[in-house]
């Protein structure tokens, strides 16, 4: 299915589909078409990336945090994005891709993707992302607020806390990289 295709049927599945709470989890079911596909005739690891997008879609519709980003002109950023693979997916296997917020400070989100077939961990991928509008980065505590959630994130995973130090050169940072 084209991919433009995959993204209208999600957007609309998600205006349609009951609306979770921001630290909720989203579920999209999906399938594997034909041109997911790599030369091994299983789902091509950039793919996975790609449908990762989707479920942070669904999530954003979903929490209602489409409107607000409409209406305030916000857009949803990358920093960063790791994915580590377990088993691939055949063509034309059904599979659930889950997706939720795990953590936030107050410029960073970051989102765990669940990759399940059967309830089989398939892959798992982790976002970290922000919102931007035209003059600048919009605080994580702000968006919260918009959603109803006041609360502070629990204390950081350890995962988290690793891949945050294992990103020294960013755009945050006053390390220069010219060892």
Do not use: C
């Amino acid at each position: 299915m084209n991919l433009i295709l995959r993204m209208l049927r999600v957007w609309l599945a998600a205006l349609v589909g009951g609306r979770i709470a921001p630290l909720d989890e989203s579920v999209v079911r999906l399938r594997v078409w034909v041109n997911d596909l790599d030369t091994n005739l299983h789902m091509n690891n950039g793919r996975y990336l790609t449908i990762m997008d989707l479920g942070r879609l669904d999530f954003i519709v979903r929490t209602g945090l489409g409107w607000i980003m409409l209406k305030r002109r916000w857009r949803p950023m990358v920093g960063s994005a790791v994915i580590r693979f377990r088993r691939g997916l055949a063509p034309f296997e059904r599979y659930e891709l889950k997706t939720r917020v795990v953590w936030w400070d107050d410029k960073w989100f970051w989102i765990e993707q669940r990759f399940e077939r059967a309830g089989d961990l398939v892959a798992i991928g982790a976002v970290k992302g922000l919102f931007r509008q035209s003059t600048g980065n919009v605080p994580t505590p702000e968006v919260l607020a918009l959603l109803g959630v006041h609360e502070r994130p629990g204390a950081i995973p350890d995962w988290i806390a690793a891949w945050r130090d294992a990103e020294p050169f960013s755009a945050d940072s006053t390390a220069v990289a010219t060892q």
